[in-house]
């Protein structure tokens, strides 16, 4: 009996507990009003919502680890997708699989150079993430001409992906987030890089004391984010079907750090699991597919969104002080 | 040289007394003053248009209501923190007044309401900052989308327009030969450059920025500082969406959007100090000016607006990178 509320509590304390409660009692809400909602369909419905801003959110939760955020990721996917649908379009000769390459290498690239002014100046990250994030969409306009990658040039197998499905008819594209999910867990629980990236977060005094290589590793997570947020735009190509200079990826960022921070990755760095991200970034496309059923107008997705940032803040902020509190009275016992 | 002169090696221990004219050239407000000089002559080479006042006047109209909110952000950066909601408190305290005037009330009543929405906003934010404490970057990220998102579910994807034709065209109501939204800047600059550098309160600030916990210690009202900024903000971006609402005599949920970016870049290029403490109300005045010059002379080059946000991006980086390099080298 003991052990059995203490492994409860063990369950309960995790910081994923919460949101993966807050998403059940969401369902529950939703289809008490509305039947519809709890469906397999409505699953479908969510997870084809959601592997753009979780592969982003991927690249996103490592850079808050690190104590960083990246205002920027939105222009680059939009850079990124541009690239690859002007490389789909003027070079037709060109495999399409390649378009993946060019995609993450190009957002890669631009994260590295994310990395490099907020390592070699040391300038706060979001400050220079926003500087980025206008000067990559001005750029993107200047390559593209400001015109729109139209439809016929994408090529047929890349729009497919997300549509066709290789098992149990769950399309590829949520087979590449949940494979980048999978890779990214067993990279920051289970190799010495990802721990590091934690160490610095937790206290990047501590870090170089303990001989972790502070600016490597810094660029190295920028540098993720960039192509993370890269790959997240060809599959917006896949996706949607077109590239647009001015649509494609603004306002993504706050999206994505919605969903990371609601997933329970702490501002402050160093807390954070990849499957606590992953129940945010579902609750999320939870809420923005539940809003259309409800009958309540898509208006509010942003204004919802925002609400969710703050209250999350606010329990992140809680369950620290909670944490500090049973914490130094465990050291007076 | 007698033999009562001073050792040798304590002569060379103090350090030399800079000129006056070095540490006035060293200081990033004269980078900004230079920066705004080159700007001009460049852009009058380019066109006849910018040697004449009027035009330079009139197109500050364009940029004089982030410059307004950028004046309050100077502040507010000192003092150590930060806010990029100001660009939504603008469009969400905008909408508010275009509902109330729609609804059929007075004008008055309309920008009373404007105004009241800017000072309970700008105190969410300082609640969220002060009594929590929260990071102030990461919490205005939320109330940006918070409160950005609010103005689209109030307004929807509609313009209101149909204002009063007095209360349109303020940019075209001149006072001194001076268009109001520059009267009003000028005026705002004033004070708060008053307030910062002739007052307590003005050295209080720049102490909480250096170091907050010393100034607590030393019996400054280090909250109540920080508040009156927060809701300075909201005040600040609530006056500068009316202003914005009687200059396209329209309001929308995406009035200002993106304008973060414009807003933190006045401040960055007039040499505040991204971590508090150092910085003038005289460089972001400067800097509002600078940024007129630059984007005009770009419009005036027939550069595209979205091709311009290269430029800014740019210049914002730049700015931080030189501002940091000028004050880590005069710091000792």
Known sequence: ?333 | MSDTSIPKSAVQDAAPVRPRWKTILLRPEAMTFVLLILATLGASLLSPFFADIAYILESFTYYSEYAIVGLVLTLVIISGEIDLSGAAMMALSACLFGITYQAGYPISVAILVSLISGVAMGWFNAILVIRFKLPSIIVTIGTLTLFRGIAQVIAGDRSISKFPSWFVGIDYQYVLNLPIPVIVFCVVALALGVILGGTVLGRQIYQIGTSAIAAQHAGIRVNRIKTGLFIGMGVASSVAGLLTASRLASVRYDLASGAELQMVLIVMLGGTYIFGGRGSIIGTFLAAWLLVIIATGMTVANIPINAQLTVLGLLLIISIIATNIIYSRTQR
């Open chain 1, 1 to 333: 009996m003991n052990s059995l509320t203490a492994a409860l509590r063990f369950i309960l304390l995790r910081r994923e507990a919460g949101i993966a409660v807050m998403l059940v009692l969401f369902s529950l809400v939703v289809s008490a009003i509305e039947p519809r909602f709890l469906s397999l369909d409505t699953l479908r419905i969510v997870m084809l919502a959601v592997p753009l801003i979780l592969i982003a959110g991927m690249g996103q939760m490592m850079v808050l680890l690190a104590r960083h955020v990246d205002l920027s990721i939105g222009s680059i996917l939009g850079f990124s997708a541009i690239v690859a649908g002007m490389a789909f379009r003027d070079l037709p000769e060109m495999p399409w699989w390649f378009g993946f390459f060019i995609a993450t290498f190009v957002g890669a690239a631009l994260g590295l150079v994310n990395g490099a002014v907020v390592t070699l100046f040391r300038l706060p990250s979001i400050i220079v993430t926003l500087g980025t994030l206008s000067l990559y969409r001005g750029v993107l306009f200047l390559i593209s001409d400001a015109r729109q990658v139209d439809p016929q040039y994408i090529p047929r197998p890349l729009i497919e992906m997300s549509q066709t499905s290789p098992i149990f008819g769950i399309p590829w594209i949520i087979f590449i987030a949940l494979t980048i999910a999978l890779i990214s867990y067993v990279f920051l629980d289970h190799t010495r890089l990802g721990r590091q990236i934690y160490a610095i977060g937790s206290n990047p005094v501590a870090a170089p004391l303990r001989g972790i290589s502070v600016v490597p590793v810094t660029l190295l997570v920028f540098t993720l984010s960039g192509a993370l947020a890269g790959l997240a735009g060809v599959l917006y190509a896949s996706r949607f079907g077109y590239v647009n200079p001015s649509i494609t990826g603004v306002g993504f960022e706050f999206t994505v750090i919605a969903a990371v921070v609601v997933g329970g990755v702490s501002i402050n760095g160093g807390v954070g699991t990849v499957l606590g991200t992953v129940l945010g970034v579902i609750f999320l496309g939870a809420v923005s597919v539940a809003l259309p059923i409800l009958g309540v107008s898509a208006f509010w997705r942003d204004a919802i969104y925002g609400a969710v940032i703050i209250i999350a803040l606010l329990i992140d902020r809680s369950v620290r002080e909670s944490g500090i509190r049973s914490a130094t009275l465990e050291a007076r016992a």
